[in-house]
């Protein structure tokens, strides 16, 4: 069993930046692959980025690549998500999520656990 927590959200303006943070409870943090999602309002939740257990693979989302980066602390056992040029359109709330599998996934049905969510909201 893994308990997933974000925090770090918030209201920023249009090219400014947040740092997401998910702490997970658990010793077998660093056999996880983690996944970043998000859930617009009226929107079905979308794939942001993931990392793979090690930390070594990530892959993003083509509406985030090169603003958004995912990184690891395994020892701290919490996954981030570093935000950069924050557009309107990246507003909504962001989930972490853990799964057990080897393989990068983009897929919310491959993940395992879920944290309850933070809320990012950029005005414009």
């Known amino acids: 069993q893994v308990r997933l927590v974000e925090s770090g959200g918030g209201l920023v303006q249009a090219g400014g930046s947040l740092r997401l943070s998910c702490a997970a409870s658990?010793?077998?943090?660093?056999?996880?692959?983690m996944g970043w999602f998000r859930q617009a309002p009226g929107k079905e939740r979308e794939f942001v980025a993931t990392?793979?257990?090690?930390?070594?693979?990530?892959y993003y989302a083509d509406s985030v690549k090169g603003r958004f980066t995912v990184a690891r602390d395994n020892a701290k056992n919490t996954v981030y998500l570093q935000m950069n040029s924050l557009k309107p359109e990246d507003t909504a709330v962001y989930y972490c999520?853990?799964?057990?599998?080897?393989?990068?996934?983009?897929?919310?049905?491959?993940?395992?656990?879920w944290g309850q969510g933070t809320q990012v909201t950029v005005s414009s």
């Open positions: 999520a853990a799964g057990s599998r080897r393989a990068l996934a983009t897929l919310s049905a491959l993940y395992d656990y």
């Open positions: 658990g010793r077998t943090f660093s056999s996880y692959i």
């Open positions: 990392i793979s257990a090690s930390g070594g693979s990530t």
